[in-house]
């Protein structure tokens, strides 16, 4: 359900923007709007609005919306309202109503990151975990425990950080300098671009974040498990296996895998009391092996919870600006994005960069439920990241996007008349071809993502 609705928000707020400032600059240059919807498809709710009547709709296909203006190229137009006609208007107003979309769409973007930098980002200090072995990670030298300071050079103070970092040097070269408190090393990143964009960019170079250990306290008891049968209930902190002192959850978990069919005396903390329960794990065979299971999990861990925990660590880093700063550094922000999002669309087309990267709508829903799990302000993140990325899309140079028809407008500025019926239908044609490679595309790595499990 926080996947749906994470998804349903997302959608409402790019394409309520987006169609918004075609909408608003369409009535500034004196058009005349007669129709505003959500969506395609059935109208789930319609209501005319203004003195011009506009018509505006919430329709049943969510993936999309438009704009309806007066034009002569749809219908005929009456005799005085053919100056508000969008065909009829000089071709700078019709330059800017096409763009007011996309830069509606890059100034949220703007806006969200401007907010979340005054507010303040959250990370995590980049301190390394277990390293794993045979990866690049490992071939250069890095050692759990140490804290990456620069990438390339540049100073880092999170995980957020140094992912970005590596992703928008992996676009120049093929190692690039990690400096950590114990020295520097040249990690090897020329496999990011061909490999699997899916996964996690960390994960592919080996490199582990190191997390603190969790507590031992009970979550979940599953109905009818040993857990349960011996009395142990979520909230339970567990103190000691058969004398033994435990203080986090793996160890916990080592111990009861390694004993099945045993009985173990497990003292658990609850409230002020100390119990001892008798409990015999199920044995349970995993491969080749058989190991020990009472039903029982960890406490979740809310967004709370985690943050409280990192920050007892000293883990958590939280940058934050005063508005004119947090500005600038938005600003920043949006336009390092639009630059790496161009030159990778540049690699996929030149075939250095895989196209398993580009996702549907399927993808966009379970980014948008994972954020909103994660937090608001990993939601807003997400969002100025996809408003940002529907910005660029809309103004690349294909027919039927936005970009498409300033092409247009540009070539009759040039040539001074407009492009013919003749040359538009094929353009309409082309546009909607690669829009459709693009789509089938989409949904076969998410179709794939679906059968393989998410990354």
Same mark, same amino acid.
């Given at each position: 359900m926080t996947t749906v609705l994470a998804f349903l928000v997302t959608l409402g707020v790019l394409i309520t923007i987006h169609e918004y400032g075609h909408y608003r600059m369409a009535r500034l240059c004196g058009v005349k709007v007669l129709q505003f919807s959500i969506g395609f498809g059935r109208a789930l709710y319609k209501r005319k609005?203004?003195?011009?009547?506009t018509e505006f709709i919430l329709a049943a296909f969510p993936l999309g919306g438009y704009v309806r203006m007066l034009d002569e190229r749809e219908a005929p137009v009456a005799e005085h309202e053919l100056h508000r006609a969008f065909n009829r208007q000089a071709i700078w107003k019709r330059m800017l109503v096409v763009l007011a979309g996309p830069v509606a769409n890059l100034l949220l973007a703007v806006a969200l990151y401007w907010l979340l930098f005054m507010t303040g980002v959250i990370g995590l200090k980049p301190v390394l975990g277990e390293i794993a072995p045979n990866t690049a990670a490992a071939q250069a030298g890095l050692v759990a425990g140490e804290t990456v300071r620069a990438v390339g050079g540049e100073p880092v103070s999170s995980w957020t950080d140094v992912r970005w970092a590596i992703l928008r040097l992996s676009l120049k070269g093929k190692t690039v300098e990690i400096a950590t408190d114990g020295g520097k090393h040249a990690l090897d990143i020329s496999a990011l671009l061909r490999d699997d964009p899916t996964r996690d960019l960390l994960d592919q170079l080996g490199l582990q974040q190191y997390f603190p250990v969790m507590p031992a306290t009970v979550g979940e008891v599953v109905a009818g498990s040993p857990a349960d049968k011996s009395g142990m209930k979520s909230g339970d902190k567990i103190t000691a296996i058969n004398d033994a002192a435990i203080a986090e959850w793996a160890r916990f978990v080592e111990i009861v895998r390694a004993h099945p069919g045993q009985l173990l005396i497990i003292k658990v903390e609850r409230g002020r009391e100390i119990l001892a329960l008798a409990i015999t794990p199920d044995s349970v065979r995993e491969g080749d092996k058989t190991v020990g299971r009472i039903g029982a999990a960890a406490e979740d861990m809310t967004p709370d919870k985690a943050e409280k925990l990192l920050a007892a660590q000293g883990l958590l880093v939280k940058t934050r600006y005063a508005p004119v700063p947090a500005l600038a550094h938005a600003l920043d922000k949006s336009w390092e994005t639009t630059i790496f999002s161009l030159k990778m669309m540049g690699r996929m087309v030149t075939g250095a960069a895989s196209w398993k990267g580009i996702g549907g709508p399927i993808t966009i829903a379970d980014i948008a439920g994972q954020s909103a799990r994660a937090g608001w302000k990993a939601f807003l993140g997400m969002l100025a990241f996809i408003s940002l990325s529907l910005g660029i899309l809309n103004l690349l140079p294909i027919p039927v996007l936005d970009g498409g028809h300033l092409m247009y407008y540009m070539i009759e500025f040039l040539k001074g008349s407009p492009v013919?019926?003749?040359?538009?239908? *094929?353009?309409?044609?082309?546009? *909607?071809?690669?829009?459709?490679l693009l789509m089938a595309f989409a949904l076969f790595n998410d179709i794939n993502r679906l059968i393989t499990g998410f990354h």
């Amino acid at each position: 359900m926080t996947t749906v609705l994470a998804f349903l928000v997302t959608l409402g707020v790019l394409i309520t923007i987006h169609e918004y400032g075609h909408y608003r600059m369409a009535r500034l240059c004196g058009v005349k709007v007669l129709q505003f919807s959500i969506g395609f498809g059935r109208a789930l709710y319609k209501r005319k609005v203004g003195r011009d009547g506009t018509e505006f709709i919430l329709a049943a296909f969510p993936l999309g919306g438009y704009v309806r203006m007066l034009d002569e190229r749809e219908a005929p137009v009456a005799e005085h309202e053919l100056h508000r006609a969008f065909n009829r208007q000089a071709i700078w107003k019709r330059m800017l109503v096409v763009l007011a979309g996309p830069v509606a769409n890059l100034l949220l973007a703007v806006a969200l990151y401007w907010l979340l930098f005054m507010t303040g980002v959250i990370g995590l200090k980049p301190v390394l975990g277990e390293i794993a072995p045979n990866t690049a990670a490992a071939q250069a030298g890095l050692v759990a425990g140490e804290t990456v300071r620069a990438v390339g050079g540049e100073p880092v103070s999170s995980w957020t950080d140094v992912r970005w970092a590596i992703l928008r040097l992996s676009l120049k070269g093929k190692t690039v300098e990690i400096a950590t408190d114990g020295g520097k090393h040249a990690l090897d990143i020329s496999a990011l671009l061909r490999d699997d964009p899916t996964r996690d960019l960390l994960d592919q170079l080996g490199l582990q974040q190191y997390f603190p250990v969790m507590p031992a306290t009970v979550g979940e008891v599953v109905a009818g498990s040993p857990a349960d049968k011996s009395g142990m209930k979520s909230g339970d902190k567990i103190t000691a296996i058969n004398d033994a002192a435990i203080a986090e959850w793996a160890r916990f978990v080592e111990i009861v895998r390694a004993h099945p069919g045993q009985l173990l005396i497990i003292k658990v903390e609850r409230g002020r009391e100390i119990l001892a329960l008798a409990i015999t794990p199920d044995s349970v065979r995993e491969g080749d092996k058989t190991v020990g299971r009472i039903g029982a999990a960890a406490e979740d861990m809310t967004p709370d919870k985690a943050e409280k925990l990192l920050a007892a660590q000293g883990l958590l880093v939280k940058t934050r600006y005063a508005p004119v700063p947090a500005l600038a550094h938005a600003l920043d922000k949006s336009w390092e994005t639009t630059i790496f999002s161009l030159k990778m669309m540049g690699r996929m087309v030149t075939g250095a960069a895989s196209w398993k990267g580009i996702g549907g709508p399927i993808t966009i829903a379970d980014i948008a439920g994972q954020s909103a799990r994660a937090g608001w302000k990993a939601f807003l993140g997400m969002l100025a990241f996809i408003s940002l990325s529907l910005g660029i899309l809309n103004l690349l140079p294909i027919p039927v996007l936005d970009g498409g028809h300033l092409m247009y407008y540009m070539i009759e500025f040039l040539k001074g008349s407009p492009v013919s019926e003749r040359a538009m239908e *094929l353009g309409q044609k082309t546009g *909607l071809a690669l829009l459709g490679l693009l789509m089938a595309f989409a949904l076969f790595n998410d179709i794939n993502r679906l059968i393989t499990g998410f990354h």
